[in-house]
């Protein structure tokens, strides 16, 4: 378990290429393989086969950091 808060560890990592996709989710943009949408859900497809879902007000700002 880690101490801090994911909003904590969210500021200390965006500047080395890690994003908040959800509300309990970052992600390396690096890993990122694909951006897919299904039936209005939004998720990212990892280089290590996970999947980590993306919000409805975190997908603009995923298309832009993706440059999409």
């Known amino acids: ?13 965006s500047a080395h ?5 959800h509300r309990a989710e970052l ?3 690096a890993a990122v393989k694909s951006l897919s949408t ?11 086969g996970q999947v980590a879902k993306v919000s409805r ?5 995923v298309k832009v950091a993706l440059g999409l």
Do not use: C, M, P
């Open 17 to 21: 290429g890690f994003l908040r996709v």
């Open 27 to 29: 992600i390396r943009l």
């Open 38 to 48: 299904a039936d209005g859900i939004h998720e990212v497809n990892l280089s290590d």
């Open 57 to 61: 007000r975190s997908v603009g700002a």
């Open 1 to 13: 378990r880690i101490a801090q808060s994911l909003s904590t560890l969210e500021e200390r990592l």
